[in-house]
């Protein structure tokens, strides 16, 4: 199983920019480039939100209309990293962020289709 540890979290004023970067270990043999990979987000008070999805050579990327205008994700598979970028940061962002590792197959958008998830990262927002 892929292990996977996020990082960038941290007390960010509202309207700035934020990189938040994942982390993955594949010491069982399987290539990181065989992985999409995701990130979600637990707003308290909310139920957990996709954010974010990237096919494995990372051409192909997946945003929910929500995000879209300004969360990126992007991958490195050299060194085996998914990063989410976030612009314009709101009070509103303010919770976990986690990055999940899925195969090519089923439902970007789906928590349970995701093979591995790490710890995650706390962001907290200040207005």
């Known amino acids: 199983q892929v292990q996977l540890v996020e990082s960038g979290g941290g007390l960010v004023q509202a309207g700035k920019f934020l990189l938040l970067s994942c982390t993955a270990n594949?010491?069982?043999?399987?290539?990181?480039?065989?992985?999409?990979m995701g990130w979600f987000r637990r707003v308290p008070g909310k139920e957990r939100e996709f954010i974010a999805a990237?096919?494995?050579?990372?051409?192909?990327?997946y945003y929910p209309n929500s995000v879209k205008g300004r969360f990126t994700i992007s991958r490195d598979n050299a060194k085996n990293t998914v990063d989410l970028a976030i612009d314009s940061l709101e009070p509103e962002d303010t919770g976990d962020y986690y990055c999940?590792?899925?195969?090519?197959?089923?439902?970007?958008?789906?928590?349970?289709?995701?093979?591995?998830w790490g710890q995650g990262t706390q962001v907290t927002v200040s207005s």
């Open positions: 999940g590792a899925k195969n090519y197959w089923g439902r970007h958008s789906d928590y349970a289709d995701y093979l591995s």
């Open positions: 594949t010491a069982s043999g399987r290539s990181f480039s065989t992985y999409t």
């Open positions: 990237i096919s494995g050579n990372g051409k192909n990327k």
